[in-house]
């Protein structure tokens, strides 16, 4: 089946650093993505839908600044989370739908700590 | 964004016995799909079974099946002759039928399955 990866699986950055999170779709075109995160024993939160060549959509009470989604291209998108701070220490997950109406495929994961 | 409830945040059962999941969800449109995600401790998201919304029949796969309640809102997931390796959060889950292919999950239960 289709794979999707992301990349790192596990990243530790200082408090006040920008770190960049990457999600590609390895064998198919995914002109949308999806990055949602989890926190330890939670569900997954959708934080905003990333759009191939235009602007991404975030839900309702994420921070458009602080999480800098970028869908450049028809197998990345990369979610940047800038000047980041303890409290965004978080399970990063991204998916992006096949071709059916049923697929979605989800990546790995990334783990996020801020020290 | 739509709501989905899962009331129970832990279940057990015996290896080789029934287990019911509960799940319930609030919307307004009459177009949707509803499925069952698994997420071992790897947290990768495995898809476990689906239902449409316009079709009355109850979805099945192997071992495990779905009470779709339409009316009710109500979407259970029963596993059924549990095995060791079903031990895993499990998230309910909903998609709009028309528009996009976003995901909204429901808090997760964390199934444990006793030998």
């Known amino acids: 089946g289709a794979v999707v990866s992301q990349h790192p699986s596990w990243v530790i950055c200082k408090s006040g650093t920008s770190v960049k999170i990457e999600c590609r779709s390895l064998?198919?075109?995914?002109?949308?993505m999806f990055w949602y995160r989890q926190f330890p024993k939670q569900s997954l939160m959708l934080m905003a839908t990333?759009?191939?060549?235009?602007?991404?959509?975030?839900e309702q009470g994420v921070e458009k600044d602080k999480f800098l989604i970028n869908h450049a291209s028809l197998t990345l998108s990369t979610l940047t989370v800038t000047s980041a701070h303890p409290e965004d220490s978080s399970f990063y997950i991204c998916?992006?739908?096949?071709?059916?109406?049923?697929?979605?495929?989800f990546g790995p994961g990334t783990r996020l700590t801020v020290t | 964004a739509q709501t989905v409830t899962q009331s129970q945040p832990e279940m057990s059962v015996q290896e080789a016995e029934t287990v019911t999941l509960s799940c319930t969800y609030d919307?307004?449109?009459?177009?949707?799909?509803l499925f069952w995600y698994k997420q071992p401790p790897s947290r990768q998201m495995i898809l476990v079974i689906r239902?449409?919304?316009?079709?009355?029949q109850n979805a099945t796969e192997n071992r495990f099946s779905v009470n779709f309640q339409k009316a009710a809102k109500s979407f259970s997931l029963k596993i059924s002759d549990s095995q060791l390796g079903d031990a895993a959060m499990y998230f309910c889950?909903?998609?709009?039928?028309?528009?996009?292919?976003?995901?909204?999950f429901g808090t997760g239960t964390s199934l444990t399955v006793i030998p």
């Open positions: 998916s992006a739908p096949g071709q059916g109406i049923y697929e979605q495929y």
């Open positions: 064998d198919f075109q995914a002109t949308t």
């Open positions: 990333s759009n191939e060549g235009s602007k991404a959509t975030y």
């Open positions: 919307t307004s449109e009459s177009d949707y799909y």
């Open positions: 239902q449409e919304a316009y079709k009355q």
């Open positions: 889950a909903y998609r709009r039928g028309f528009t996009g292919n976003q995901f909204y």
